[in-house]
């Protein structure tokens, strides 16, 4: 195999800055509780970056698995933060996956990401001064493409994970029929059950990692289903819409709070390294969980009417339409989506290797 | 013979009437527990000329040593029998108590009845017992028959001569110097510095090996203690201890001799030269060896890396080149030996070369193709670490499965069974391919022969114990310094000097050095002549054959002599013995166990 020391340089741009000082001596395997038998998890696929093995690294599934509980980063001797490379690795994955190239520009380190963040500010800019008259109408509109957008990004997504995990390496079409399989990949779809699997459970960032979820699914499901409608109604304080309004709110600036703070003060392993997109995600989200709080307190305290809540309301919605362009580049978010996906694309190549998956 | 030796070992002609004290240690329950002390002291004072035996708990602690004091002051003991320990561990310690009490020190025998009956017949109490017995006793007809021994005296030369005026051979100099001994470098290049001057950096100080050159030449030459010969070249070397001899030439061809009461052995190493075609070493290609990239990396700018006209964008580093080899693997050398060792060093300076080759050139690709990395030194491994944060990428491969570099017009194409890559075979193209030479020690043979001074399988000189005499060599006042003792860096290289030379001033505190007279006598009336026993000797003039009186004779020199006894197994008429260790003494110690 021709060495290919270009990779490497590549997938460091997606944050493993520190990866080139690996010397293989495999203790993030020994502790690794994804490891299996053949001691091949984290080692191999580091390995597989160094030399230059392309397709190797974009057929892996198992960065997918990984839920980043830092054990291989704090036992490594040569602090190369393997935990930090699986994030990158699953990074570069999802910009090798994406059709819509803005992957790719956000989360390699560059000039292109500041242009990116400014790009944001002004789109929001000019957004926030063009909506004027029933922009809240004009609002629930633009929020009817998030959907539509969604889904032919994440379509790419599992078409191009698909050809990469699945095709190139079995040199065919092949699927799982088992409903063993199907069941499971749901299960881990709704569970994450696998987080089980770090010995030490972080319950912190579980719960603000629920917190922010949560809240922020709300929103998305307040917005896109047109829940609210601020400049029209008077909302009291307990109205079955208002508590969803203050958790939704809440659960995100809390939620975010914790994890900023974590990040702030690199508390645990996972929060040791941030990314500039990591930033641009928790600022954005805290925008959201703000305006959208402020929007409904001035609704509640001083009724539609108020000349203030127009202006934050607008506000609010801007940002959610930045944000929409943004989601699907987001690892965290799309974790959830694919680690299911890894999930079962494993038990397809394993029924290929046995002879046993349906194939076309 | 010209060099004055006096007293070796003579007979003490005035006898007293032997009075034997015998002490039985108890080694606080190491010999008492199993053996019957008690026992062992009551057969002894029975025993013939046996004036006193005692038993003590610790017959080295101070009360015991003033036990046996007590006894020569009061009952007029002459001669002693301690059985106790190992006598390497407290034998001389007994001598010291005859000596200070104005006894010959050499009429003590030490019987060794720890190691060599307690704690090996743990189970039989009554047979150890029995054994310590007749131990004793044989000690007992032993020391009634030693003789008053006196150490060897040597006069030496207050002199030490260096041969090899690199940096081992100049530290030497200068801490002999400092400690007020003269000192003569012998060198054979026209100017101090040895292999310093070709090197760049050295880690870990990051200064240039022809400044470090510098600064010692500077201190050798300003000191007036010191004596420097370059362009010498060594033609015989001669004596032993107190009094060895150079001769060599001078650049304008008369001869010189210096004479010299040490010897320091700073000749240093030669790089391994690989052989034409190895790697495709001394082809047409881009291949060099890491010292010749050093140069190279000396002479260049920074920015743009050039060798042959043509930028080097992309370097393998081979390690293990002359290093290492394996049966079969590797060619022989020319003497059909192979290089099996580790040269050390040669991992350490290729990463720091990596280090500053990055430094130089970011953007040049560096490829490591390593067996074993062996960063053993203080923050050697930073350099390991440091290359690999810098993006050196490292390949590692088997002893059997050697890396295989294939050369056309476009560069070289380099092949690695990586092991680190689950054994896949990888391939890159290189520039540049730098072999990561080992060393090798100097070609010394001439001085070798000469003088006989060992040398290990590795061909390096060996020293008598790694530990206990780590830069001295068998030959009494022959010391080694630096890498002609094995492969080593010059911070190594600089300790290993000041030990030699402080080993050296130790010796030579003295106007004579003392020896331990166990030395081969002839009994010259009993002496036929025959001859048969020079050719037994292996210590080079040590016994020679000589007339006295129109008669043939062997003779001892007893500062050569090792008294190892080869030439007492051949005489046919008993007319050699080992002083301190005469036939007579064994017959009567075996007598003396065998007698039922």
């Known amino acids: 195999m021709k060495v290919n020391p270009e990779l490497i340089d590549e ?124 922009f809240g109408a004009l609002a629930g509109k633009i929020e009817l493409a998030f959907p539509v957008y969604v889904t032919v990004a994440l379509g790419g997504y599992v078409l191009n994970m698909y050809r990469h995990a699945v095709v190139k390496p079995l040199g065919g079409i092949k699927a799982s029929l088992k409903p063993a399989h199907i069941y499971e990949t749901l299960v881990h779809g709704f569970t994450q059950k696998n987080f089980n699997g770090c010995e030490e459970t972080d319950l912190v960032r579980w719960a603000a990692h629920l917190l922010v ?53 690199k508390s645990a392993e996972s929060s040791k390294f941030s990314h500039p997109s990591d930033w641009l995600f928790v600022v954005t989200m805290f925008l959201i969980g703000a305006s959208l709080l402020f929007t409904h307190y001035l609704n509640v305290a001083y009724g539609p009417g108020d000349p203030l809540l127009a202006k934050v309301y607008r506000l609010n919605i801007a940002i959610e339409t930045v944000w929409i362009i943004l989601i699907v580049p987001f690892t965290k978010w799309i974790h959830i989506f694919f680690r299911p996906l890894a999930v079962y694309f494993q038990h397809v190549k394993k029924e290929a290797e046995a002879g046993t998956a349906f194939s076309l | 013979m010209d060099e004055k030796i006096t007293e070796a070992a003579s007979k003490d002609n005035y006898r007293q009437e032997p009075k034997v004290g015998v002490y039985v240690c108890h080694c606080g329950g190491n010999i008492s527990d199993i053996i019957d002390v008690k026992a062992v002291a009551a057969a002894l004072a029975k025993y013939p000329g046996v004036a006193v035996a005692r038993e003590y708990a610790f017959m080295c602690s101070s009360n015991g040593q003033d036990l046996i004091t007590k006894d020569i002051k009061e009952l007029g003991i002459n001669r002693t029998v301690v059985a106790a320990c190992s006598p390497s561990l407290h034998e001389l310690t007994f001598r010291g108590v005859l000596q200070r009490a104005g006894v010959n020190p050499y009429l003590h025998e030490h019987i060794n009845i720890r190691e060599q009956a307690s704690w090996v017949h743990k189970a039989d109490h009554d047979g150890a017992t029995a054994k310590a017995i007749k131990l004793a ?82 201190l050798v030459l300003a000191e007036p203690k010191i004596t420097v010969h370059t362009g010498a070249e060594i033609d015989f070397v001669s004596g032993f201890v107190g009094n060895f001899k150079v001769n060599f030439k001078k650049p304008d061809g008369s001869s010189q001799q210096v004479k010299a009461g040490a010897l320091v052995m700073a000749t240093g190493y030669e790089h391994y030269k690989p052989a034409k075609g190895e790697f495709g070493y001394g ?82 690709r560096v490829y490591d193709v390593y067996r074993d990395i062996r960063t053993y030194g203080m923050q050697h491994e930073d350099y390991y670490d440091k290359a690999s944060k810098d993006g050196v990428l490292f390949m590692r491969h088997n002893e059997t499965d050697q890396p295989v570099v294939v050369s056309d017009r476009t560069g070289h194409t380099v092949k690695v069974k990586d092991v680190l890559t689950w054994g896949e075979e990888l391939e890159f193209k290189a520039d540049l ?69 402080a080993k050296a001033a130790i010796l030579l505190a003295e106007p004579d050095i003392p020896l331990e007279p166990f030395v081969a006598v002839v009994d010259e009336h009993k002496c036929t002549g025959c001859g048969l026993c020079p050719p037994e000797c292996s210590y080079d003039g040590a016994l020679m054959m000589t007339e006295k009186n129109g008669k043939k004779l062997a003779v001892v020199n007893p500062a050569l002599c090792k008294g190892c006894g080869a030439c007492v197994a051949v005489c046919p008429v008993r007319a050699i013995n080992v002083a301190g260790w005469t036939l007579d003494q064994f017959d009567a110690m075996v007598e003396a166990i065998a007698k039922e």
């Open chain 1, 11 to 134: 997938i460091k741009k997606y944050g493993a800055f520190d990866i080139s000082a690996c010397f293989n001596c495999g203790n993030c395997t020994a502790v690794c509780p994804l490891s299996k038998e053949d001691a091949s998890f984290p080692r191999k696929l580091i390995r597989a970056g160094h030399v230059g093995m392309e397709e190797k690294i974009g057929s892996a599934l198992e960065p997918w698995h990984c839920y980043y509980c830092g054990e291989c980063s704090a036992t490594c001797p040569r602090e190369a933060q393997p935990g930090e490379y699986m994030m990158a690795l699953r990074r570069y994955l999802i910009a090798k996956y994406d059709i819509t190239g803005l992957s790719k520009i956000f989360y390699k380190t560059g000039w292109l990401q500041t242009w990116l963040a400014l790009g944001m500010l002004a789109f929001f800019y000019w957004l926030y001064a063009s909506y004027t008259g029933d």
């Open chain 1, 213 to 265: 979820m949560s809240g922020y699914v709300l929103t998305l499901l307040i917005s896109n289903l047109h829940l609210l409608a601020p400049l029209d109604k008077h909302y009291g304080a307990f109205h079955p819409v208002s508590l969803l309004v203050w958790y939704a709110g809440f659960g995100i600036l809390v939620g975010g709070g914790v994890m900023s703070l974590r990040r702030v003060f």
């Open chain 2, 137 to 218: 006793q044989a000690g007992v007809e032993k020391v009634l028959r030693k003789d008053a021994l006196n150490a060897i005296r040597v006069a030496a030369e207050q002199r030490v001569a260096v041969i090899g005026g690199g940096v081992a051979g100049m530290r030497a100099a200068l801490s002999a110097a400092g400690k007020g001994l003269e000192a003569v470098i012998i060198e054979k290049a026209p100017r101090l510095g040895g292999r310093l001057l070709e090197l760049g950096k050295m880690y870990p100080s990051g200064e240039e090996g022809p400044a470090v050159a510098k600064k010692l030449e500077d």
């Open chain 2, 283 to 364: 082809e047409d290609g881009n291949v060099l060896t890491l010292p010749e990239f050093i140069s190279l990396m000396k002479k260049l700018p920074a920015g743009r890396l050039e060798y042959g006209g043509r930028e080097i964008k992309s370097l393998a580093l081979i390690h293990c080149v002359g290093s290492r080899q394996v049966e079969g693997v590797h060619k022989p050398q020319a003497d059909g030996k192979i290089n099996d060792y580790c040269s050390r060093v040669c991992c350490t300076s290729a990463l720091y070369a990596a280090n500053q080759l990055k430094e130089k050139y970011p953007g040049v």
């Open chain 2, 433 to 501: 391919v730098v072999l990561v030479t080992g060393m090798m020690p100097a070609d010394i043979s001439l001085i070798r022969s000469q003088m006989k001074l060992p040398a290990s399988a590795d061909r390096f000189l060996q020293e008598v114990h790694p530990k206990l005499r780590p830069v001295e060599l068998a030959n009494s006042g022959v010391f080694v310094a630096g890498a002609a003792q094995y492969p080593m860096d010059v911070t190594e290289a600089m300790a290993s000097a000041g030990t030699a030379a």
